[in-house]
């Protein structure tokens, strides 16, 4: 079992606190010859597969290292750009190692907000009035489950397929978001959760759930 992450949603649609629980790290290295039969493209600063994928790189994966040396963005140890060198045939036999990409702060406040307005359509889509909107997002290798307050407060946990009692676990941290977030006084609404105490047993209460599937907190 595995909770990877959890999102707490202001009301109007903006990230107001993340934590990244468990990491899936996967790499996978690989010796080509000439041409690449993989198609590389620059993106956000980093050299990103675009088209290709096999034996474990797939779509979507960044080049982490060349011959052994890390990345530098785009950029080889002695500043030569990547896309240069792999087109020059004599670099050839090249060891590539490829891994999946860490979203950036940005990039998880884009996804965060991105959010908002799916939640909005699904609950306008529904044949029913005041309907809940999205609950659970189910792909392949994770879910995405959703908890709205009435307060219009989201929170968003990723987990593993199988995980149990996940829609338990999202009403616990809104008990913790509220007995430690809501009742500082130094917290103000709609902004980011920054409380020593809130992280603290948010972190014992993803432990104990991901070792059990029940809580006991």
Known sequence: MAIYSLYILSKSGGLIYQYDHTSIKVEVEKTFS?????????QNKRIVVAYGQKDGINVGHNLLAVNGTQL??????????????LA???NYPVSLKFGRPKLSTNEKIFLAS????????ASQLSPELKSSGIEVL????FKLHCFQTLTGIKFLIVAEPKQMNVEHLLRRVYELYADFALKNPFYSLEMPIRCEQFESNLQLLLEQQEK???NTV
Do not use: C, H, K, R
């Open 114 to 121: 991105m959010f908002y307005p799916l939640y909005a359509i």
């Open 138 to 141: 189910e792909a392949d290798t």
């Open 72 to 85: 530098n963005g785009t950029s080889l140890e002695d500043g030569q750009e990547v896309t240069a060198f």
């Open 34 to 42: 000439y041409p690449l039969d993989i198609q590389l493209t620059e």
């Open 212 to 214: 059990s599937g029940v």
């Open 88 to 90: 020059n045939e004599s």
